[in-house]
């Protein structure tokens, strides 16, 4: 308990061991504001230890209006008139009975009270420290070392200015008692005088790309990052924007940041380079235990297309993580496509939406470039699959910067208490890489040499589809002859995941006009359909064996020769060849 109190009026507010009281707002009698102030000083002066504040409601009569009292054992320390309690926006007996609690409150702290046991900041904010008590405004100052920060004292506080960082202390003495409050003024968890750059590609980038590259590149400027809102829209070839999020920003030993903060995204998109090879990660298909399920090297200059596709076929529930490894010295920076699909009990319907995913990007040329640190590893995709679901992928990766540059490419099936703990929260989201930071991969029990296979040689086929009305139906299959490995010992059966360019060509030499249909059939079973149709992708679902969907309608006039350009891949989980049809309307 306070032995001793000390009270003051600063212009007409009553301070009490530094603890502000009441601002007294209105005169009373010949008494002005600062003159009643100073009265009430002069009377809580006389307080003794265990004295306690107290409230007294005077009713009024004829003359006289009813008031309350602040009393202090039998003497007065303040009377609230109605027209003070009107100031104040209270009513009589609450604006006396909180200037009463107020009073008591003050008159119980101890010599000197600090509001803070350790202060906090950042370099470029200010921090305020309560210092009350009855020996406070008597108090000195010190701040150890000098230089670190600047300290100024205004009543009831201390005000903290940073002009350094590192560890710091103040000391506040009085009279035998003192308190010491240790600073750190520590960097921001993300600097936002730092200029923070991401980079995309497309034709133009499509505003979730943007969005992906902003997440995971200011991932990469703190170890946490919230988003909280975040401004994008599409960006064009070449061209470079300015994208506003709102962030909370935190890393160990370092401030939280919150606020928003700009970040440029540039769309390189000059260089776009079609896949060399097609790497078929899908031995085994069914997964039976934790295994190493595929391991490729990414040179500068030879993008890759990646499919992947895994059932989970053991007792447990097991988690499939792909992720890019740098094994280097130096930060490597990787155009991402990817097509990542949620695990599904239906393999033909995972499939079929990792391959929407995909083609909505790769047809308009657009990735998010990806930083990897030196010697570290960044996840691609880490998904839970139980007992008897199918995960499905397809991926464009494509390394940049110098010659002989190379990313290894790891896939992995796992127990979910394997996972790692800072790729925890990435799991089931599509681009993992924008949840889950880069891990170092210093002390990681993994093995990153190995040797590519299931590796086959330019992953595209172009074929023609020819009709002329009045002859025989139009054809062209789907996934019917396979490519072959780059080293020769195999074939894709089903050219899952080669991009097939069908070109059609209708030609009306009659004298009427006629409309032909064109059509795809699940020729060789259960299966599902996506084609890029005249530069509009179109989904088409999933499909019964044998059963035929309309994906085009042409109408050609008399003596009319049409062209029209259709782009599809073979899926995951569905069953190939397909065949594409052309016939005249309602012909069978």
């Not at 009085?174 to 520590?186: D, F, N, S, T, W």
């Not at 506003?244 to 700009?262: C, D, H, L, N, W």
């Not at 996506?530 to 006039?557: N, P, W, Y």
């Amino acid at each position: 308990m306070g032995q001793a109190i000390d009270p003051v009026a600063i212009d007409s507010q009553l301070v009490v061991n530094e603890v502000p009281i009441h601002r007294v707002a209105t005169s009373l009698g010949d008494q002005s504001p600062d003159k009643r102030a100073q009265s009430a000083a002069q009377t809580v002066a006389r307080w003794a230890p265990g004295q306690n504040f107290s409230v007294q409601v005077v009713p009024g009569g004829r003359r006289a209006e009813t008031v309350a009292r602040v009393n202090m054992g039998t003497s007065t320390v303040l009377t609230v008139t109605p027209a003070e309690a009107k100031a104040s926006q209270s009513d009589l007996k609450a604006l006396a009975q909180l200037i009463a609690n107020r009073l008591n409150q003050a008159s119980r702290l101890p010599a000197i009270q600090v509001g803070k046991p350790k202060v906090e900041l950042p370099p470029d904010r200010q921090a305020e420290v309560s210092l009350v008590g009855s020996m406070a405004r008597k108090s000195t100052i010190k701040a150890e070392p000098q230089g670190l920060v600047e300290v100024q004292r205004v009543p009831g506080k201390l005000l903290v200015r940073p002009m350094g960082l590192g560890s710091a202390s103040i000391q506040v003495v009085a009279a035998g008692h003192a308190v010491q409050v240790p600073v750190l003024v520590m960097p921001y968890a993300l600097d936002p005088t730092k200029p923070v750059r991401a980079s995309v590609a497309g034709r133009p980038a499509a505003a979730s790309l943007v969005e992906g590259a902003v997440r995971s590149t200011l991932l990469r400027h703190a170890a946490h990052v919230e988003v909280r809102s975040i401004d994008v829209a599409p960006v064009a070839p070449g061209a470079t924007r300015t994208v506003r999020a709102r962030i909370r920003a935190t890393a160990p030993g370092r401030f939280p940041f919150e606020g928003v903060i700009g970040v440029e995204v540039e769309n390189h998109s000059g260089s776009w380079l079609q896949e060399t090879e097609l790497w078929y990660s899908n031995h085994p298909e069914n997964v039976r235990q934790p295994q190493r399920l595929y391991w490729g090297e990414v040179r500068r200059g030879n993008p890759v297309r990646m499919l992947y596709h895994h059932k989970n076929v053991s007792p447990a529930t097991l988690v499939v993580r792909y992720m890019l490894v740098n094994r280097g010295d130096t930060p490597k920076r990787v155009a991402v496509t990817l097509g990542d699909a949620p695990s599904d009990k239906n393999p033909t319907r995972a499939g079929y939406r990792a391959g929407e995913q995909f083609l909505k990007y790769w047809l308009s040329s657009g990735a998010e470039i990806v930083e990897l640190p030196p010697q570290s590893l960044v996840p691609l995709t880490v998904r839970t699959i139980t007992v008897g679901q199918t995960m499905s992928g397809l991926v464009r990766l494509d390394v940049l910067g110098s010659e002989g540059e190379s990313v290894v490419v790891l896939g992995d099936a796992l127990h979910p208490i394997s996972v790692y703990p800072e790729w925890k929260g990435a799991m089931e989201t599509v681009g993992a890489w924008r949840v889950g930071p880069p891990v170092s991969l210093e002390g990681r029990k993994i093995t990153l040499d190995g040797r590519s296979q299931w590796v086959y040689g330019r992953p595209f086929n172009e074929v023609t589809m020819e009709y002329t009305v009045g002859g025989r139906f139009g054809y062209a299959r789907i996934g019917q002859r396979p490519i072959s490995a780059v080293d020769g010992d195999d074939k894709l059966q089903g050219n899952f995941g080669v991009v097939y360019e069908v070109q059609g060509l209708f030609s009306n030499p009659t004298q009427d006009p006629v409309t032909v249909d064109v059509f795809v059939e699940a020729s060789a079973g259960y299966g599902a359909a996506l084609f890029e149709i005249d530069g509009a992708l179109q989904g088409f679902g999933m499909m019964q064996s044998k059963s035929e969907t309309r994906i085009a309608r042409v109408r050609l006039a008399p003596g009319e020769t049409r062209t029209m350009q259709f782009k599809t891949v073979p899926l995951s989980g569905a069953n190939y060849p397909m065949t594409l049809t052309a016939r005249p309307m309602g012909v069978k």
